[in-house]
């Protein structure tokens, strides 16, 4: 059954050095997403990105955050200078189409850490 | 502000028992609604979708959906171990026809007990 991937599993970084989180989405889904959740919190939307663009973006995901479908199946959240409050889990979703009914799956996550 | 809200729990279940799981939302104008399982450490995995007013079976699972009363549950019958996880209430809020963002809620612990 197809998958979303994500790599690495964990990432362990100082404050203020850049990270790159990444994410094979399913292979023929059209929309990609990330989502983070601080231990114990709920689970927060980040962006949505579709067509090499982005569709929506949450408040959380201010100008430290940037994501790229640099090639034909990954898709990157970047985070410029890490801070300790973004250590979190950073799970990206994929869907097949953006309409309403449409299920988002989940990949792994990316536990990150910041010292 | 769009909000989900559950009860954070734990619901406590014998197992073979029946699970009830609730779930309110603050915007009428919410399209579809979605129930996924946590467990620790791991991402939300999807158990149901609903968009219709009624009840939605699979399996062990029935999810109910009322929007009338912005209320939707989760009902997981015969209930195992294996069940004791973190659910999640998600709900699309959609507004753009590009996207589909889901805002969830905290989650109800449910612990089986044999």
């Known amino acids: 059954e197809p998958e979303v991937t994500q790599t690495p599993s964990h990432q362990v970084t100082q404050m203020g050095q850049e990270v790159i989180l990444r994410c094979v989405p399913i292979?023929?889904?059209?929309?990609f997403y990330w989502y983070r959740q601080i231990l114990g919190q709920k689970v927060e939307f980040l962006v949505s990105?579709?067509?090499?663009?982005?569709?929506?973006k949450s408040e959380i995901f201010d100008d430290q955050f940037s994501v790229e479908r640099p090639d034909g199946s990954n898709f990157t959240l970047k985070i410029r200078s890490t801070k300790l409050e973004d250590s979190a889990m950073y799970f990206c979703?994929?869907?097949?189409?953006?309409?309403?009914?449409?299920?988002?799956?989940f990949g792994p996550g990316t536990r990150l850490t910041v010292l | 502000q769009k909000e989900v809200e559950q009860n954070s729990g734990p619901l406590s279940v014998p197992e073979g028992a029946i699970a009830s799981l609730n779930c309110t939302y603050s915007?009428?104008?919410?399209?579809?609604f979605f129930w996924y399982r946590q467990y620790s450490g791991k991402s939300p995995e999807l158990i149901m979708s609903i968009y219709s007013n009624g009840d939605k079976e699979d399996g062990r699972f029935t999810a109910q959906l009322n929007k009338a009363s912005q209320y939707v549950s989760l009902l997981i019958r015969d209930s195992q171990p294996s069940d004791s996880a973190t659910y999640l209430c998600?709900?699309?809020?959609?507004?753009?026809?590009?996207?589909?963002?889901?805002?969830f809620g905290g989650g109800t612990r449910v612990l089986v007990k044999p």
């Open positions: 998600a709900v699309n809020f959609m507004i753009k026809a590009a996207g589909n963002k889901l805002t």
């Open positions: 979703a994929s869907s097949e189409w953006g309409v309403a009914t449409d299920t988002q799956y």
């Open positions: 990105f579709y067509n090499n663009e982005i569709s929506e």
């Open positions: 915007d009428r104008g919410s399209q579809s």
């Open positions: 292979s023929n889904h059209l929309y």
